[in-house]
T-cell receptor, first 113, second 113 residues
Framework: ELKVEQNPLFLSMQEGKNYTIYCNYS?????LYWYRQDPGKSLESLFV?????AVKQEGRLMASLDTKARLSTLHITAAVHDLSATYFC?????????????FGKGTKLSVIP | NAGVTQTPKFQVLKTGQSMTLQCAQD?????MSWYRQDPGMGLRLIHY???????DQGEVPNGYNVSRSTTEDFPLRLLSAAPSQTSVYFC????????????FGEGSWLTVV
């Protein structure tokens, strides 16, 4: 059974600071997704990482994937209040026809002025 | 382009009642799925479909039925509602092929009393 663990689960950080959210998973996979969710809203796709060493950046967020370590990171640079949200990673299990996403429990990020 | 449309957005049920959550997508996506989101649990897969006429169980299928008679629609039926099914339900769709973006509906908030 695939396990996906995010840490930290709660993160309070000051504006302007940098921080990293970690996503560890327990089985072989080379497809990992990052989502953002605002309170009471749906999930917004941030990044899709498809291979070992993949790195993607959008604004103040950068995501990377190390399939050998079974680890993905979401790095936040110079945080601003608008980044306050819950961030989820989700792993797509490898295998033909596989479509099942297993989500981490989410990291609730609060950016404080 | 409506994307993924879920109805109803809010629903209160009495224990033992049945109901259907509707999900429709207008992007001609092969893959559709239903997730439930509970506090502190992330999203968990209930059922999924890889095409019309094909469905399969996810992590938490008990108490739910699905069918996929058309590409566009993927309804989720609660057979006999229980308080443990109080949750937020998300429908998702994506086109065939590894790594494609997964689109989520706006969510359906269900309370079973």
């Amino acid at each position: 059974e695939l396990k996906v663990e995010q840490n930290p689960l709660f993160l309070s950080m000051q504006e302007g600071k940098n921080y990293t959210i970690y996503c560890n998973y327990s089985t072989t996979s080379d497809r990992l997704y990052w989502y953002r969710q605002d309170p009471g809203k749906s999930l917004e796709s941030l990044f899709v990482l498809l291979s070992n060493g993949a790195v993607k950046q959008e604004g103040r967020l950068m995501a990377s994937l190390d399939t050998k370590a079974r680890l993905s990171t979401l790095h936040i640079t110079a945080a601003v209040h608008d980044l306050s949200a819950t961030y989820f990673c989700a792993v797509d299990e490898s295998g033909a026809g596989s479509y099942q996403l297993t989500f981490g429990k989410g990291t609730k990020l609060s950016v404080i002025p | 382009n409506a994307g993924v449309t879920q109805t109803p957005k809010f629903q209160v049920l009495k224990t033992g009642q049945s109901m259907t959550l509707q999900c429709a997508q207008d992007m001609n996506h092969e893959y559709m799925s239903w997730y439930r989101q509970d506090p502190g649990m992330g999203l968990r897969l209930i059922h999924y479909s890889v095409g019309a006429g094909i469905t399969d169980q996810g992590e938490v299928p008990n108490g739910y039925n699905v069918s996929r008679s058309t590409t566009e629609d993927f309804p989720l039926r609660l057979l006999s509602a229980a308080p443990s099914q109080t949750s937020v339900y998300f429908c998702a769709s994506r086109p065939q092929g590894a790594g494609n973006t997964i689109y989520f509906g706006e969510g359906s908030w269900l309370t079973v009393v």
